[in-house]
């Protein structure tokens, strides 16, 4: 049945008034009419949901002009797949991008409300683990501010990543009840559901013209349930949408089984579905989880890309006409598989040949790749998909053939044309996602000069000799709205005063901080404030953890995922030896310091968890010696989400960028700690390099080995052992941790972890630990000349522009999307 053309001058409502007794007149009817609650016995989640609601109205109106816009002017759209979207609490994030700060806070005081708590009570959408979903969500906010027509597409996870506790010190995974009171920002869209198929068989089918088409016939069925969230721009500028997909069952429930008694088998086909979008990452070292995750992958990639095509189909007619309107970016490998299944969906589903299908396919699509770490490169047992997903496989392999064959006409073989094929032949035959992501996309982009450098010499070089155009770098960066604006009311409200407001609306524009940085008054404003903020974060350790910090103390902060690459350890060895000279020099004075740790380690990663241990192990020790007089304490914060680190990162004076080089592919942590006015201590890793660059050397603290260096010492496999030999401070500190000191309780439990620093050493921790141990020692001696310090903490600020993710943003609109 064709579809009702669409009326761009539709009739509108009139657009609500943003006055604040127009927004408490709206309030107290959304509460009543929407909510059904009188104020009288209405509680801090009802008036969260009706100010979310009171909000979501006046972007409802923009967002529909947004897309009027977008489909009057024939504009090419933006796809962003990501399996993480970190978006972190809302509510301020739109109130703030609209300009309503003052007006709703007037509004909701007259009720006797504080916003500030409701902000609070938002829940934080556990919908990403990491950097990965953080910059997938700033990019959204980007591509609204900048005005880029956009969709992101991911799961709308019922729990998302597991909720962080400590139990002895030891991680506790817990469901993360986000959705538990609903979600007032979103909108369900039962018209845009489609059907996700796995597993079953093949068929050929000869077409009339003697041509074979295949079709294939699934076994089981799912339904994805589209549930869009408007995204806000900068004052409105435009509105964009993250559609999240939930997965249904077809039949809710088996009838005749129920009725024969089954009440529980009656609703397993429900329960099979519904565990699709159940929870983010699910443990994949058991093969039920490595099918669940492939399941999660494609039923995200296949919902997206039917959603794509019937849009575009909507609008335009013609599927030729694809790579013109519209640009897909594959958000890491997670949502690879959309290249074999936009070639089913195109030949299989739509009638194409296979060559217009590539055409269109290649032209199409992009792929971000954000990792050099082989483990995080994802392969599928081609088995699995041949089960799961055997029309895709067939397709796959057609598509390596294709691309070998072009290969070896250009004079590769050998071991590279095993290098460039999709198929793993070591063992177990596997799939290489990103091989598929790479030969299907026109672009293949790192996210840092150095990550991007390393991709064409390592994991991609052998594609790269075959492709040389198709990779290039998008350096990584964070919205300053979110991540300086929002998160740092006090700062930014000092620098509007200091320089004017023009740099809310135009980020370059804070440089002209930057003659102000030895202005001795400016200074001393400038360090109220962070003594502010970190009294702020001093109070939340107190109530979370009972450990009381001094804000006068210099606050050490690492926080991100537990991974061996990012070296907690490192950090965690060298408060161990900073304790042990303490103790044995009372009479030095001393620089007061407070180790912030605050991440998650991932289920089954015994190691990253062993170290959560160790750091409170440390922490428990360290805190209570009275030889150390307080002047160094560690805290470990659990539960870490967005929310935590915008209360974090501004109270930060140093920040913790000490990857192993060469393993971190950008960081955005380390962008948003200097925009804040954190000095970095790290390695020459990632966007660090980038930083050195923007910032100044002086104004940066960089150690250990590069990259290359890293390299060559891996490549000579000789033991640290000499290492640790010839360096007393750190035999002392492995043995202390090995012997036990710090676990009375399992004198043997770091045993294995201290060993394998003797045995290997491949994240370079021994190798390393001298010169950060030095460093450190470099931050005491700047932080005792304050005026040094605060100098160039001012001056991080001020050249931090750069790294927004509106200049990243468009690099991608002009160099691969053209949008």
């Known amino acids: 049945m064709p579809q009702k053309p669409i009326v761009y001058d539709a009739p509108t409502p009139q657009p609500r008034t943003n006055d604040a007794q127009s927004l408490r007149n709206e309030i107290l009817e959304k509460l009543t009419y929407s909510v059904g609650k009188d104020p009288i016995v209405a509680r801090r989640t009802d008036w969260l949901t009706a100010t979310i609601l009171t909000i ?23 796809y962003y797949l990501s399996l993480e979207f970190l978006i972190g609490r809302l509510m301020r994030d739109a109130v703030s991008n609209l300009n309503l700060m003052d007006e709703m806070r007037e509004a909701l005081a007259s009720f006797d409300v504080d916003m500030d708590e409701l902000i609070e009570r938002e829940p934080d959408a556990a919908l990403g683990n990491g950097g990965l979903g953080r910059l997938a969500a700033c990019f959204l906010e980007s591509m609204s501010s900048i005005k880029v027509p956009a969709y992101g597409y991911g799961i709308r996870y019922v729990h998302g990543l597991f909720r962080q506790e400590m139990s002895d010190g030891w991680q506790v995974e817990i469901p993360e009840e986000w959705l538990a009171h609903g979600n007032p920002w979103e909108f369900e869209r039962r018209e845009s559901a489609y059907e996700i198929g796995f597993g079953g068989h093949v068929e050929p089918v000869q077409q009339p013209d003697g041509s074979v088409r295949q079709v294939w016939h699934p076994e089981e069925h799912v339904l994805a ?10 004052r409105g500028a435009r509105v964009n949408t993250l559609r999240l997909w939930s997965a249904q069952p077809i039949d809710p429930i088996l009838l005749d089984r ?55 189909l909507q609008q335009y007619g013609d599927l030729g006409t694809i790579p013109d309107k519209v640009a897909i970016q594959l958000n890491d490998t997670h949502p690879a598989i959309s290249i074999a299944e936009m070639m089913r969906l195109l030949m299989d589903v739509q009638g194409l040949g296979w060559n217009e299908a590539w055409r269109i396919t290649k032209n199409t699509f ?46 590769i073989n050998g071991d590279r044309i095993a ?43 052998d594609l790269h000799a075959l492709y040389p155009d198709r990779i290039n770098n998008k350096t990584n960066g964070v919205t300053p709205r979110r991540w300086l604006m929002q998160c740092n009311p006090e700062l930014t409200k000092l620098v509007s005063e200091r320089i004017g407001p023009e740099f809310k609306d135009d980020i370059e524009q804070i440089i002209k901080l930057d003659s102000h940085a030895e202005d001795k008054g400016f200074q001393e404003q400038f360090g109220a404030v962070k003594r502010k903020n970190k009294e702020r974060l001093a109070a939340v350790i107190k109530e979370r953890l009972g450990i009381s910090v001094s804000p006068d103390a210099l606050f050490d902060v690492q926080i991100k995922r537990i991974h061996e690459y990012k070296r907690q350890l490192l950090n965690i060895m ?18 007061p310091r407070v180790k912030i740790f605050a991440g998650k380690a991932a289920p089954s990663y015994w190691n990253a968890k062993l170290i959560i241990k160790l750091i409170n192990d440390v922490a428990k020790v360290i805190n209570h010696d009275p030889a150390v007089r307080g002047l160094l304490k560690v805290v470990y914060l659990p539960n870490y989400n967005v929310s935590l680190a915008e209360t974090i990162i501004p109270a930060a004076d140093l920040s913790e960028q000490i990857s192993t080089a060469g393993m971190e592919a950008s960081g955005t942590g380390n962008m948003k700690f200097a925009l804040n006015g954190a000095l970095t201590i790290g390695t020459l890793d990632g966007a660090n390099v980038e930083m050195r660059e923007r910032l100044g050397p ?16 891996r490549a000579r496999n000789r033991s640290p052992r000499e290492v640790i030999d010839q360096c007393q401070r750190l035999r002392e500190v492995l043995e202390a941790i090995s012997g036990g000191v710090f676990s009375p309780d399992d004198r043997s439990r770091y045993r294995a972890l201290m060993d394998g620093l003797y045995d290997h050493d491949w994240f370079m921790v021994a190798r390393d630990f001298d010169a950060y141990l030095n460093a450190q020692r470099d931050v005491d001696a700047i932080w005792e000349d304050r005026r ?32």
């Open 366 to 411: 992009a792929y971000t790749n954000h990792t050099l770490l082989p483990e995080a490169l994802e392969t599928w047992p081609v088995a699995l998909l041949e089960r799961l997903l055997p029309r895709q496989m067939q397709i796959a392999y057609a598509i390596n053939a294709m691309v070998l064959e072009e290969a070896r006409d250009k004079g």
């Open 788 to 819: 040094r310090w605060n100098a160039m903490a001012i001056r991080n600020t001020a050249r931090m522009a750069w790294f927004s993710s509106d200049r990243t943003i468009r690099e991608y609109t002009q160099d691969i999307w053209r949008a």
């Open 419 to 461: 290098s460039i094929s999709l198929i793993d032949e070591n063992g177990t035959r596997r799939l290489r996602m990103g091989q598929l992501a790479f030969v299907g996309s026109h672009s293949i982009n790192g996210v840092s000069a150095l990550h991007t450098d390393l991709m064409k010499k390592t994991v991609f070089a």
């Open 225 to 234: 349930v589209a549930y869009d969230t408007p995204v806000v721009g900068w």
């Open 258 to 312: 129920f009725n024969a008694g089954d009440h529980v088998g009656a609703l397993e086909e429900s329960a099979k579905a519904e565990a699709i979008t159940q929870v983010l990452y699910p443990a994949d070292s058991n093969p039920a989880g490595q099918e669940l995750r492939l399941r999660q992958e494609f039923f995200f990639s296949s919902a997206s890309l039917q959603d794509i095509i019937r849009r575009h």
């Open 698 to 713: 002086e104004n940066i603290i960089i150690f250990g080995k590069t990259a290359e260096e890293v390299a060559e010492v």
């Open 574 to 591: 060298e408060t161990v030896a900073q304790y042990n000279m303490m103790r044995a020099h009372p009479e030095k004075n001393w620089v």
């Open 56 to 78: 979501r109205d006046r972007i409802i109106d923009q967002w529909m002009e947004s897309t009027r816009d977008t489909w009057r002017n024939s504009k090419k759209r933006v």
